[in-house]
């Protein structure tokens, strides 16, 4: 059996892993100093095999979403990594997004987790895109394999993403995201994935007034010679559409796991997300099997985060 949970989650855990220590580094130095294998300590001086926020926040939705879908309780998770280390690496929290800190600070003061996140311009990081994967397996167990033009489940979407992040156009970047994702689950090819899940989301779209706006920033993805932009084109900050470009872009010029994440790293400065945001699909097309051995024994708490993997599984599975 497709352990489709697993897949998704050791794959972006393991890219997060791959690019903590390289968070910020520019473009420039890793064409001199290429990564090509799971390293330590650099920008946050931490050990080998440490994940991040993104991970620690997919985590929290991990474990919340085996008891059912409550946005008090992914939020109340999301309170407890921040304040108490839950979910984490090694017991404290060394990374977390602007945004996402004011949304959590906000519910802290009693705000209904649905108005915590941001809506302004500035608010467009991407800090949902990097934890909107484990929504996926929910979707599939309560609408089906596609996402369709299904209200209830871009409802879903949109306010997972919202409770952090809730500008129109990051809710249509996490769409994307999850329908491509939504087709390699269904063993899609990649390039079939992405072609297919970016149009389903723009026809979705470019029907509701609120987003149709908005679509525009997501032009280049929806462009069949996507992959063919030249790598200085591509831009890898952590704005929501470059991070998710970037990954996508790093999945088309890729063949296995292995080579997806780390092109994902090479193109620098946000390398933890955006090989998390390629990880996770990369985990899904490829399998778990296909992440090299040794990265996987690196990561810290696998066993920890197989288990919150195994009693979701288990859950959606009743
Ligand atoms: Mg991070």
């Known amino acids: 059996m497709q352990r489709i949970i697993l897949d998704g989650i050791l794959g972006l855990c393991v890219g997060d892993a791959l690019g903590v220590p390289f968070e910020f580094t520019p473009r420039e130095d890793l064409k001199k100093d290429t990564v090509t294998k799971m390293g330590s300590h650099g920008t946050y001086n931490q050990p080998l095999g440490t994940w991040s926020d993104d991970t620690s926040m997919s985590l929290c939705l991990v474990d919340s979403l085996s008891q059912g879908l409550n946005y008090f309780d992914i939020m109340k998770k999301f309170l407890d990594w921040y ?124 029907q509701r007034k609120e987003y149709e706006p908005e679509l525009h920033h997501f032009a280049r993805l929806n462009d069949l010679s996507f992959k063919d932009i030249p790598e200085t084109e591509i831009h890898s900050t952590g704005y929501v559409v470059h991070t998710l470009e970037a990954s996508i872009w790093s999945l088309l010029n890729s063949n ?26 990369a985990g899904l097309h490829y399998g778990a099997d296909n992440i090299p051995k040794e990265w996987l024994d690196n990561i810290v708490r696998k066993d920890y985060i197989i288990e919150l993997c195994n009693q979701l599984e288990k859950s959606l599975d009743q």
């Open 83 to 206: 304040t108490e280390g839950e979910y984490t690496s090694h017991g404290e929290v060394f990374d977390i997004g602007a945004a996402t800190k004011k949304a959590i600070l906000r519910f802290s003061e009693g705000v209904h987790p649905l108005s915590c996140g941001g809506s302004q311009e500035l608010d467009n990081g991407n800090g949902s895109l990097m934890r909107i994967l484990p929504i996926l397996f929910y979707l599939r167990t309560h609408y089906g394999d596609a996402l369709k033009k299904n209200d209830e489940v871009y409802t879903i979407i949109h306010n997972v993403s919202r409770l952090t992040h809730a500008h129109p156009r990051t809710l249509i970047a996490c769409g994307i995201y999850l329908n491509i994702a939504a087709l390699i689950a269904q063993n899609l090819n990649m390039e079939e994935a992405v072609h297919t899940g970016v149009q389903h989301a723009f026809d979705y779209y470019s």
């Open 256 to 281: 296995n796991y292995k080579d997806a994440v780390l092109k994902a790293v090479n193109l620098g400065n946000d390398t933890d997300t955006i090989a998390t945001v390629a990880g996770g699909l």
